[in-house]
Nanobody
Framework: QLQLVESGGGLVQPGGSLRLSCVAS????????????VGWFRQAPGTEREGVAC????????FQVDSVEGRFTVSRDNVNNTVYLQMNNLDPEDTAVYYC??????????????????WGQGTQVTVSS
């Protein structure tokens, strides 16, 4: 199991941008983040945690849900064991705690919370004028 730490959240005005980082420390088994599919999830108060973007292991294919398509981009830096979520043109409805999660059992990522065995502690993103 990996230890994941998110950073980069904060307060931003509508239309602004933020880049979130998800850094992994190697588990006792020695696997690095590049061997894992990584998902970005968010949870607003009173709502279920939902997947918004994810990146496969191996082929680095990326996926976004419709509500963030064209605005959010996920990428990874294998040298630094980091996955990023670039968020542009932010809207107040994007306000939430954002989490990254990693799964090693399959190289394919998904927007479902099940199957992810490692989670970060979350970082708050607030979009407000």
């Amino acid at each position: 199991q990996l230890q994941l730490v998110e950073s980069g959240g904060g307060l931003v005005q509508p239309g602004g941008s933020l880049r979130l980082s998800c850094v992994a420390s190697e588990s006792a088994s020695g696997y690095s983040l590049y061997r894992h599919a990584v998902g970005w999830f968010r949870q607003a108060p009173g709502t279920e945690r939902e997947g918004v973007a994810c990146i496969n292991a191996v082929d680095d294919r990326t996926f976004q849900v419709d509500s963030v398509e064209g605005r959010f981009t996920v990428s990874r830096d294998n040298v630094n064991n980091t996955v990023y979520l670039q968020m542009n043109n932010l809207d107040p409805e994007d306000t939430a705690v954002y989490y990254c999660a990693a799964r090693g059992a399959s190289y394919r990522c998904s927007f479902s919370r099940s199957g992810y065995e490692s989670w970060g502690q979350g970082t708050q993103v607030t979009v407000s004028s």
